[in-house]
């Protein structure tokens, strides 16, 4: 299998790893680019490594950068991203295993956040894994949630969850998220969504500082 790599913050306050925040860039982007976002938490997560992994293939579409799954503008692009988060899932389920074996921070500990395609393996991810793996939040920046298999079953992870969207997103449609926060009302334990106001496919400030109030949240700060 195909194993991710990508750049990694340590802890700003110098000790190991008690917690982990795994970063998944966008289609056409990669770690470096995405790892850009740790310093708006770090200060949240003093003893949290930050990673953000390159998806595992070359960008076909745009001939630089990444995906964690090919895309298309031809119809039927709801099926293509289901069938793409499916296909993707098992090397970032295996990447988070190597993490949690490696540092010894383990699933509670670890909040998986994406944008774009990367926030929808991280919604479909973090809401596919067992109950036992349930994470400490997952964060979906202008993405969409591709429910998994068997979503709703008990057996499966329900961790607290962060949608953010613009609402002049013409790439990604903000309903998309719209349309998670009513699918996963009833679902997890705790839900937060915020629509940036004026913002394209990208984060804004007030999403930014929206996503640290749901991080003090999760940790109880």
Same mark, same amino acid.
């Given at each position: 299998m195909i194993k991710l790599s990508g750049p990694m913050?340590? *802890?700003? %306050? +110098? +000790?190991?790893p008690d917690s982990a925040v795994v970063l998944l860039h966008g289609y056409g982007s990669d770690g470096n680019d995405f790892i850009a976002m740790a310093p708006h938490f770090q200060h949240l997560l003093p003893g949290a490594l930050f990673v953000s992994p390159h998806a595992p293939h070359p960008a076909q579409m745009t001939g630089f950068g990444h995906q964690w799954f090919p895309i298309s503008l031809e119809e039927g692009r709801l099926a293509q991203r289901q069938f793409g988060v499916a296909s993707a899932r098992p090397v970032l389920v295996d990447f988070l295993h190597d993490l949690w074996e490696q540092t +010894?921070? *383990?699933p509670n500990r670890t909040i998986l956040a994406g944008f774009s395609q990367g926030a929808m393996m991280a919604l479909h991810v973090g809401l596919s894994l067992p109950k036992e793996e349930t994470l400490m939040g997952v964060i979906g920046i202008s993405g969409a949630f591709l429910p998994p298999? %068997?979503? +709703?079953? *008990?057996s499966l992870a329900r961790p607290p969850v962060c949608l953010v969207h613009g609402d002049r997103d013409d790439v990604v449609s903000p309903e998309h998220s719209a349309n998670a926060n009513s699918l996963l009302t009833k679902s997890v334990p705790v839900l937060r969504y915020h629509v940036s106001r004026g913002t394209g496919h990208g984060v804004s400030p007030d999403g930014i500082a929206f996503i640290a109030k749901f991080i003090?949240?999760?940790t109880n700060k």
């Open positions: 913050l340590a *802890p700003i %306050n +110098g +000790g190991a +010894g921070v *383990p298999d %068997n979503f +709703g079953d *008990p003090e949240v999760i």
